[in-house]
């Protein structure tokens, strides 16, 4: 079931994209795919990023109500429940665009790692899907898409990375609106910290140590998380 209702369709989707490609070239058929899925589930991203910032909004409130029903965990639960409803916001919406994101992976691996690409493996395509005649792994010509420890992909990664966790602090911080306590205000400094320089080499060093194909993957995601972050300041809250 796993692989006729996910990978198959998305394997079967980046092989079709391949053979539309000028000369077969797979890396503009990764950056292609990792647009569609961001737009088929732009609402699902949207609506984390809301609930991120609404989380932030109300965290002064929700300390107030964690410290008052501190030894009544049904009433505390009952009370933030009754705050997330009056303020619209979904707890657990980001579970969702953390999740569109693994199937793209998914069939990337299975199509670089399982198969080999250049390989294809023809008894998983439908009917419709023709093999493609050409199979480009070397991106805009020079970038080997299978061979790991690309540097300048890997930078890339780490680079834009950064620019998404300083929006994405940037975003929160403005959110926030009540003073937090002492003990609060120190762990998300910490929290900060590590987001903004550990995540960023962290993903650049899974980068490097991944076939380049996964760091174009990492570089596109990030660089339209970074558009999607323009696109929503620039919407009117609710």
Known sequence: MFETFLTQPIYNGFIYLISI????????????MTLIMRI????AFTASIRTQMGMQA???????????????????????MALFK?????????????????PVFIA?????????????????????VQAPALV???FLGFVNLLTPHNIILSLLVGGLQYGVVMLSLGRMQQAGKKP??????????????LMLYFLPALMAVVSYSL?????LYFATTNLLSLGQEWIIRRQPTK
């Open 21 to 32: 490609m000028p000369g077969g070239d797979v890396g503009f058929a990764i950056i292609l």
């Open 40 to 43: 088929l589930f732009y609402p």
């Open 58 to 80: 109300i965290q002064g409130e929700v300390d107030e109500i964690n410290t008052t029903y501190k030894d009544k965990p049904e009433e505390r639960a009952r009370r933030t």
């Open 86 to 102: 009056e303020h619209k916001i979904r707890p657990f919406s980001g579970f969702l665009a953390l999740l569109v994101q693994i």
């Open 108 to 128: 990337l691996y299975f199509a670089f790692f399982k198969e080999g690409l250049p390989n294809i493996a023809t008894d998983l395509l439908y009917s419709f």
């Open 136 to 138: 480009d792994t070397m």
């Open 180 to 193: 937090l306590a002492p003990e609060k205000e120190m762990a998300q400094k910490m929290q900060k910290y």
């Open 211 to 215: 076939p380049a194909a996964a760091g």
